[in-house]
């Protein structure tokens, strides 16, 4: 099961789909496997970087979450620079809460640096709370 926050060939990269219309299509993913990436979402909203009052799933800077059917889950992620002061403690925050949800039986965290993060990625929620609009 794979979730990407990348624009589908349709879109404007200018409006990113973060209501994860792929995880709606996708037929393959059993009831459990949703339940558990709900709950990665629910972990990866509690993340945040502490220059930016904004958690890192609404910033964008989730790019995939993929589940396999042993429930190890892989998350592809960027940060907002490859400056940014929390590039060696975020990543590893990331993976150690999602690798203590029930029923994870172990997590890793990529970061990635194509495509470069922008605002762009940001849900329009985000941006309102930075204003943003």
């Known amino acids: 099961m794979t979730e990407t926050n990348e624009p589908k060939a349709t879109e404007s990269p200018d409006t990113p789909d973060r209501n994860d219309s792929a ?34 799933y ?3 800077l989730i790019y995939d979450i993929d589940i ?14 490859p400056a940014c002061p929390v590039a060696g403690t975020l990543p590893p925050e990331v993976e150690n809460k999602v690798k203590n949800i ?7 965290v990529e970061v990635v640096w194509e495509p470069s993060w922008t605002p762009e990625r940001m849900t329009e929620a985000a941006r309102l709370q930075l204003g943003m609009f």
Do not use: H, R
């Open 23 to 56: 995880e709606k299509n996708d037929t393959s993913e059993t009831g459990a496997s949703k339940d558990l990436k709900s709950k990665v979402i629910e972990v990866l909203e509690t993340c945040f970087d502490p220059e930016i009052p904004v958690n890192i």
């Open 58 to 60: 609404e910033l964008g």
């Open 68 to 81: 396999d059917d042993a429930a190890v889950v892989a998350i592809q992620m960027t940060l907002t620079s």
């Open 102 to 108: 029930e029923g994870v039986s172990s997590a890793k």
